[in-house]
């Protein structure tokens, strides 16, 4: 369905690559346990996007992010901004590349109405006008440790 679409309005497909991505990523995950926590919210319809991108070109090839996680007395935070955030505002979930707090890489994926969420609808680059790829903010936003890939290797 989402190929006849595309055929029509290619925005309407480009807002559900990310969710199709995350979705074959559940697939090869090895925990059983996250592969049916995921199924389950994506079988009820739950859609994921993703907040990748940083609006910010003094990073650009050391490894390192604008974005990243606090950990203040064993409670972890999101703190950030991401740009070509392609489908958030339809998505229920957002999955974030960050910077954890031990200065490791990692990946956490929040509701997007959680509190501290911002998403904003401001892209204007050239096509894709309408795939909801504008700007989020993540402002303290709390994280739990089901919420995140790797997130055991920071605690």
Known sequence: MIIELGRADSD????????????????????????????????????ISNALAEPSSHNVGNGKLITHILNENNKLFLNGKKYFTTGTLHADYVLVWAQSHLDSLCHVVVPTNREGVE???????????NTASGTTLFKRVAISEDESVGLNEMV
């Open 119 to 129: 998403i904003l609808d401001d892209w204007i680059g050239i096509g894709q006008r």
């Open 12 to 47: 309407v497909a480009h807002i559900f690559h990310s969710h199709f991505q995350f979705t074959e990523d559940v697939l090869r995950h090895p925990d059983p346990s996250y592969r049916e926590k995921w199924f389950e919210r994506i079988a009820s319809g739950k859609i």
